[in-house]
């Protein structure tokens, strides 16, 4: 098991970074520098969604221990997909913690060193963080050993009452997870809360429902159904992989304005993986 971006910080930083916030009963969102990692469960049986950015281990355990008590870990590590910001620290989790790995098959040769991803597209029209995905962390991380596939059945390890949801087109194994009793969704990046590629609204934390970041997702189409899908499920609390979370008429009324105007807000109007481009 090694991640071969250990060690490769990231300069990126928001005004969110470090936040802790209770997005719904036994939901935590904590804010990695530009990231969102999230702590679902209380202190008998809980799990961690994502891992956040390269060398950010300590601070994930730090703030698992100030919810949960002092050596609290994890059950398992459920992830949404594989890029860089969201296994950077998961190899250092997992033998912290000796904890499964779970997600979905389609996600899993990218988890294991077997696939690499496609090249991020820095020509996509957006902004500055657009322009440096150039530069970004790309080779794949190794757990083998430790990742599992997710269960056919729709159901998430160790988090009750949740299911998950296949939403590709930024990954193509890419999963949201959303528990139906209270209508919370963990989206991941099938959309943001934050127009992702421009820098100071990255930093600002501009609260604004988007699509996923246009330089790393390469199926348009897919990307499109996942969020129709995702609105089809009528979410009242949402915590997403890049922005604040958002809850109630904002979420919705904002996520079903993204599904209608899909191709005009998300879509890039030039760019290596758009239609007629590749």
Known sequence: MNHKNEGRKMPFTSVGSGNVQLVADKVHC???????????????????????????????KAEAEQLFGEGAKPKAIILTHGHFDHVGSV?????????????????????????????????????MVA????????????????????PHDGTIPFMPGWQWIHTPGHTPGHISAFRFTDKTLIAGDAFTTVKQEDMLEVVQQKMEIHGPPRYFTPDWEAAEASVKKLVHLKPLHGVTGHGVPVSGDKLLDGLTYLADHFKEIAVPSHGRYVEGER
């Open 30 to 60: 904590y804010t990695n520098q530009i990231v969102n990692v999230c702590y679902v469960g209380d202190k008998e049986e809980w799990v961690l969604v994502d891992a956040g950015m390269p060398g950010s281990a300590s601070k994930i």
């Open 131 to 150: 322009k440096l995905s150039a530069f970004f962390p790309n080779r794949p991380v190794d757990l083998s050993g430790h990742i599992h596939k997710l």
């Open 91 to 127: 190899v250092e989790l997992v033998e912290e913690w000796g904890v499964p790995v779970y997600a979905h098959p389609l996600e899993v040769p990218y988890l294991t060193g077997e696939t690499r991803y496609n090249e991020p597209d820095p020509s996509v029209s957006g902004g």
